[in-house]
């Protein structure tokens, strides 16, 4: 069958890190706070000139070299982000175009910190039906762009930077679990509008005529991502026809540290089996999972044969999954 194997991964962060110290003389917060609820360090926050397209270019430049093939193999552009450079057009189109591919099929997917998710099924679902065969599914932020930062609650957790992957459709063994069939073994997504208000941005174009500002409820929102993260990768796994214990990586979402621990325990999963950046690069939404994978493809840790699970929880709420042989 036909399934969309991962052929590269790439990543790319702005130049400016900013430390919990630096942010301690801005704000009313202190190192040890933030590092104790959160297990943030570090974040890196975009300067002039860094925004989500050159990020996405970058991070973009990076897989297809790992991929070991050109701008121009690409026939499909999924970006998943709630940070565009404009309200449109969509920023895909601009990375297209700085990529140097004059026609191939690009747009946005918005679905905040599940939006990598999002773009990985959308991208997937296309690669099989066999009209593209290459895609590029980029993650890409600059939230630090839409922070209060006089709210010390939320201005603290987040960061900004991209994350990509290069997919190709190939044909693979039908059987999930026969160690040949590489790719995207399976997929579920989910979304609940009822809790928006938990968090959101409180503007928009149709709305206020502003950007508007990140506001969250953090004690609900950790509430909710334990069980959902939890259910969704076990939801996946089942799809796959794959137990827990077949799983070599989870790659979640780099939202805070104890969200992280709380869902492996609550999966029986030993803690070194998850892959945790979020003390260097806070929460990064939709860059979030693939700038993590990257990592871990470029550490040694993430290699080819494996199961590899991806996960996310974000606002809407939205979350899923996806397991993948790499």
Not at 38 to 59: K, Y
Request: aromatic share 4%.
């Amino acid at each position: 069958m036909i399934r969309s194997v991962l052929i590269g991964t790439g990543s790319a962060l702005p130049a400016r890190r900013v430390s919990n110290a630096e942010l301690a003389a801005q704000v009313d917060t202190t190192d040890e706070w933030i590092v104790e609820r959160t297990g943030i360090r570090f974040r890196h926050i975009a300067g002039e000139g860094e925004t989500t397209a050159t990020l996405a270019r970058d991070a973009a430049l990076a897989a297809l070299s790992a991929a070991g093939v050109t701008a121009q193999d690409i026939d499909l552009i999924v970006l998943a982000t709630a940070t565009p450079d404009n309200t449109f057009p969509a920023t895909a189109t601009k990375v297209q175009a700085m990529l140097g591919i004059d026609d191939c099929v690009a747009f946005d997917v918005a679905a905040v910190c599940s939006g990598f998710l999002y773009a990985v099924q959308v991208a997937d679902s296309m690669l099989r039906s066999g009209v593209q065969r290459r895609a590029l599914v980029i993650g890409a932020e600059t939230f630090s762009r839409i922070l209060d930062w006089e709210d010390r609650t939320t201005c603290v957790l987040f960061g900004d930077g991209a994350g990509a992957i290069v997919l190709e459709a190939r044909d693979t063994p039908d059987d999930a679990t026969d160690a040949r069939a590489r790719g995207i073994l399976a997929t579920r997504l989910h979304a609940d509008g009822r809790h928006n208000e938990l968090l959101y941005v409180d503007g928009g174009p149709s709305t206020t005529g502003t950007v508007g500002k990140l506001r969250m409820k953090g004690r609900e929102v950790f509430r909710h991502a334990v069980v959902n993260l939890a259910a969704v990768m076990e939801e996946a796994l089942a799809a796959a026809g794959l137990p827990t214990d077949a799983v070599d990586w989870v790659v979640p979402h780099q939202a805070n540290a104890r969200i992280l621990d709380a869902t492996a325990r609550k999966l029986s999963l030993p803690a070194e089996k998850v892959v945790m950046t979020v003390d260097r690069h806070a929460n990064t939404s939709a860059a979030s999972v693939p700038l993590a994978l990257d990592q871990a493809v470029r550490d040694g840790r993430v290699v080819a044969g494996q199961i590899v699970v991806l996960e996310a929880m974000g606002g809407g709420f939205t979350w899923g999954a996806a397991v993948l042989r790499i």
